[in-house]
T-cell receptor
């Protein structure tokens, strides 16, 4: 298995809803990432988990709450989002091989719309 | 601060011709660069990478050139095909404020192959 999967593919939620995005990989990668991508813009890093521990939080608002239950799964819990949070949310993973750069593999993304 | 930018936001190329996509970067300490291809509705897909100790790297129909003197990166695609139509991002591997590795993406170039 050489892919990153994300569910759901599309999500529409109201500003008072609580929802979760899920990401899974079975490549044995020990780093996992959440990115946010607005239309016609590049992906912007939100969070990085290394060995299931949060290693980077790019000053993301607390209404986004990441969770890494194990080395294969990454969740993004959403609560009280704003319409401007509507975007494509991408998950990625990479090995943590020391001594060389590590390629990131991206999932197809979850298209989120906040009403 | 560091930034990764592209010279042209859109590029149209006749099918069968070669295309060149350019990227400028500002962080002279960056030691690893990647080109990603993103098709509509999909996540970014790795194309080719290059380390800063190299000037050129070739893949299948693609070549990446790195000019560290002027901090310029380019992606050459030979004999373009309709399937090459996508947005292409260059990305630079740098360090977050916490010292962890992170990817910073350029603004992207939309390549359209004209049949």
């Amino acid at each position: 298995d050489t892919e990153v999967t994300q569910t759901p593919k599309h999500l529409v939620m109201g500003m008072t809803n609580k929802k979760s995005l899920k990401c899974e990989q079975h490549m044995g990668h020990r780093a996992m990432y959440w990115y946010k991508q607005k239309a016609k813009k590049p992906p912007e890093l939100m969070f990085v988990y290394s060995y299931e521990k949060l290693s980077i939080n790019e000053s993301v608002p607390s209404r986004f709450s990441p969770e890494c239950p194990n080395s294969s799964l990454l969740n993004l819990h959403l609560h009280a989002l704003q319409p401007e949070d509507s975007a494509l949310y991408l998950c990625a993973s990479s090995p943590l091989t020391s001594g060389r750069p590590n390629e990131q593999f991206f999932g197809p993304g979850t298209r989120l719309t906040v009403l | 601060g560091e930034s990764v930018g592209l010279h042209l936001p859109t590029l149209s190329v006749q099918e069968g011709d070669n295309s060149i996509i350019n990227c400028a970067y500002s962080n002279s300490a960056s030691d690893y660069f990647i080109w990603y291809k993103q098709e509509s509705g999909k996540g970014p897909q790795f194309i080719i990478d290059i380390r800063s100790n190299m000037d050129k790297r070739q893949g299948q129909r693609v070549t990446v050139l790195l000019n560290k003197t002027v901090k310029h990166l380019s992606l050459q695609i030979a004999a373009t095909q309709p399937g090459d139509s996508a947005v292409y991002f260059c990305a630079e591997k740098g360090r977050s404020n916490f010292g962890n590795e992170k990817l910073t993406f350029g603004t992207g170039t939309r390549l359209t192959i004209i049949p």
